[in-house]
């Protein structure tokens, strides 16, 4: 069983380098930075954000969707100053089979600098240890080796590959699925 007051009282996360909050309202711009960059969503196929507007209502969405108990993001805010550096969570959040998806957005210029690794690490922990998941999964396409790296290095095996899964305006991709399993269950 999933640990529910974790949804009554937000998480907050620290590392060495991140503090790792909720998104808020507050957020609409670096979100939009996020999702209308093509060089941060070149492996996330969806369509590129137009407007602050689209990003206040991905954080509308998001903020629902931790109500609902379905998932957990947080924003990255690199402990030495007050810039909001990325965005990172569990999505998909399974109650029954104990379950969810590890996924983020970095900003280009941290990337190369173990980063993600230290928000996914202190995200996974969680995952595991305090909210009691039993899997964690990440879906990567196929041509995101940093992605990639980072799974294997942090301990996630590759069970899928799913070929010519994800359709895009370069023609179809494929999507790779690996999943760690909690180290007490």
């Known amino acids: 069983m999933l640990a529910l ?3 009554k009282s937000f998480p907050y996360l620290r590392t060495d380098r991140l503090q790792l909050r909720p998104l808020e309202p507050g957020d609409a711009q670096i979100v939009y930075h996020l999702r209308s960059s093509g060089v941060v969503g070149q492996f996330i196929e969806r369509p590129r954000m137009k407007d602050e507007a689209e990003a206040e209502q991905l954080i509308e969405q998001t903020i ?3 109500k609902r108990q379905k998932a957990i993001a947080w924003t990255g805010i690199l402990r030495d ?3 909001i550096i990325g965005a990172c969570g569990l999505n998909h959040i399974d109650h029954h089979n104990l379950r969810a998806e590890v996924g983020g957005e970095l900003l280009p210029a941290y990337w190369g600098k173990g980063i993600a690794e230290e928000a996914f690490r202190a ?3 969680f ?5 009691g ?3 964690i999964e990440g879906k990567v396409m196929a ?3 940093g992605a990639i790296h980072i799974l294997e290095k942090m301990g996630f095996e590759k069970e899928g590959h799913f070929k010519n899964y994800i359709r895009s305006a370069k023609g179809w991709k494929d999507l790779l699925v ?3 399993f909690s180290p007490t269950k």
């Open 143 to 145: 041509g995101n080796r």
């Open 81 to 83: 100053g007050r810039s």
């Open 178 to 180: 690996y999943t760690q």
């Open 64 to 66: 629902d969707a931790y």
């Open 133 to 135: 998941l039993h899997a």
């Open 5 to 7: 007051e974790y949804f």
């Open 127 to 131: 995952g595991f240890r305090q909210l």
């Open 123 to 125: 995200i996974i922990d």
